[in-house]
């Protein structure tokens, strides 16, 4: 599996959620059915509260922090009960829930709390959560172990011992109350086993890089989506309480005729190539299928249903008609022209047994309707002509796939993506078969999921996978999906052209639109703007004049993608600038950039740190571990404000300088900060105690103080004082 950035787990959480929540309202929570969305929607909770771990860790304040989740919470707080009704009673939702996890880690960071004032609001969050949360307590104890547990391991370890605890206590919970009767819910005990899923997100979290991602719809999308998902479903659960299931049955199998119209319209619509015939094909199969199912659960007749179910059969051999020439396309093939005579033949045959079955029941022996459930349904009385069709379906259907997977073992890339796109829509027609067997629909038929299935991954692997057989549209393909953004203008800066690459980076754009509307664009023309950064990317615009007949006739702008050669440059600045070991600023480098800061005025403080006793780290523990520690600590002096820059200056001595600050407090609660984080860490890497951090620090109060070597040596003399007198203090001077 690949990595995995901010963006994509939390869609994968949203994914998870919405499934669980159209379960709740829309699927009996004991069937199998239920039971596997409500498992997959166990994936939300703990991808959500690993995220509120990480974004404690690293916002920029905690307060506003806590006020967006608190106004998030109260705004999901009546779509919210919109949806669920009585279901949750007075509970909250799990923005609630998150809410209080981040507040206990605010209580349990918090610098000026004593340990009983922390012990006491803890014990407060964990009642709230008891008494009106939505998921007790759980979400507040994944949130901790994301964030005091750092190891994956170790954490993996934590989130399924919980889980599993939880699940043995209800369990016991659930047998007690049958003797105890002290809730009004009768739960079996196996009624709550689907939280047992709640281990599953470990996979994907396991997978993340630490990287933002591309964002969609803005930061605060999840956030606005949980309010506005439970509005949606809340409408379409009031839209459907009048419905009866007949009515709901057929509206499924109408949205996949729909579907297939519009596919088969986008294929019309797509640039001509010989894969589109057999598109066209499938396509239409489907369709012509999906309409005489209609006409099947819509009749009320005998007549009805022996109409729909020769339309339907004339779809099916339209079908597989289409899957041997879009197969055959798709892969290059050359079928032999005997071989669609055969199919041909063998379609020519089935209809004229289905024509006559009722003379000479070559097909059906019986063709009669069961009204005993909620709608009609056919009942038919096979004989040998359906069996030999269903033979007929598996020939062509395990030759196309085969033909598939050989095809796609030889090639790399799209290829082998289009074939499996193909491979999949084969088996698709057959999957609703094996739903009805597995008892999932009570019986009744559910084509329409093959169908759309079918038709949605041909589609998908004609276009998105294009396939095209001209060279000048092979050409045009490349262009548009090449890392280069190309655009074309005349001399009155209208576009001519363009690619899909520049509309990622622009946005709309439109043929005979005027390019110098757009302000980077006209300074990119006229020659102002020779880079750009988009979208996390870094262009290099070139702009070609283009000449005809010795006159210039307009101009070709091409920005081609640098971002490798610029992060290869910066990565050579930083070994040149940057310590090895620690990833600080090397003295030289540090030195520089402070006198250049100095010279042009800028104060603040220098502070001077030692590790205490770190030559008996090294004796002690072996200097592996020595530069571990010096490395960890290298990582907390670069993750403070933005206002410091930090050093190395040689062994397990650093330098931070603080931009502007000069009061004592500020200046003590630095190192305060600074001492205390790497405490924390020595003890999560089992070495508390065995080294700590001495700090001498000096102002610069006057001009004169603006010396780099005055600076530093003062520095030096506070930082002895501050060693002589304590080996965990500071001295300012």
Known sequence: MKSLNRTQLKLIAICAMVCDHVAWGFVEFMSPLGQVMHVIGRLTIPIMCFFIAEGFRKTSSVKEYIKRMMLFAVVAMLPFYLFFGEMYEYRQNIIFDLLLGLLLLAVLEHKKFKIWHKVVLAAGLFLISAAVGGWIIMPMLYILVFYYVRDFKKQAAWVCGLTIVLEVFLIVAVELNRVLHFSRYDWPWYDKLYFLGFMIPLIFIKRYNGEKGKQIGGRYFFYLFYPGHFLVLAGLKKLVAGCTLYELYVGVHVLALLVCLAVLLKVFWARPSRGQIGTLLLVLAGCIYAFGFLLEITSGNTGGFYAATVTQYFGECLLMLGFTTFVAEMCHKVVPA?????????????????????????????????????????????????????????????????????????????????????????????????????????????????????????????????????????????????????????????????????????????????????????????????????????????????????????????????TEHHEILSKISDLAHKDSLTGVYNRSYFISLLEEYLKQGGGGSLFMMDLNSFRQINERFGHQTGDEILAKFGQILAGQTADTIACRIGGDEFCLFYKEAIETKELEAMAEKIAEEFKVLLAGEKYAGITSVSFGISKILEAADRDFEKLYSNADKALYVAKNRSKTGWYIL
């Open 338 to 562: 005997f071989i669609y005579a055969l199919e041909w033949l063998a379609g020519i045959l089935i209809m004229w047994m289905l024509f006559t079955t009722r003379e000479n029941h070559y097909f059906y022996n019986y063709i009669g309707i069961d009204t005993s459930g909620p709608f009609p349904r056919l009942v038919l009385e096979h004989n040998w002509g359906f069996f030999l069709f269903l033979a007929y379906m598996v020939i062509v259907c395990v030759s196309c796939i085969v033909t598939c997977i050989v095809w796609g073992i030889r090639s790399n890339g799209i290829e082998r993506k289009r074939m499996l796109c193909t491979a999949t829509a084969i088996v698709c027609p057959w999957l609703p078969n094996v739903i009805r067997i597995m008892g999932l629909t009570g019986g009744y038929e559910v084509p329409c999921l093959g169908i759309m299935g079918a038709v949605v991954l041909v589609g998908l692997a004609l276009t998105r996978y294009g396939y095209f057989d001209s060279i000048a549209l092979a050409g045009e393909n490349a262009l548009n999906h090449g890392q280069e953004g190309i655009m074309v203008i005349n001399n009155h800066h209208a576009i001519t052209y363009f690619n899909k690459r520049m509309v990622e980076m622009f946005g709309k754009l439109s043929l005979k639109q005027n390019a110098y509307g757009n302000d980077t664009l006209r300074d990119i023309f006229e020659g102002k703007l020779k880079t750009l950064e988009l979208n996390g990317k870094i262009y290099e615009m070139r702009v070609e004049p283009l000449v005809e007949g010795g006159y210039v006739q307009g101009y070709m702008l091409w920005m081609l993608d640098i």
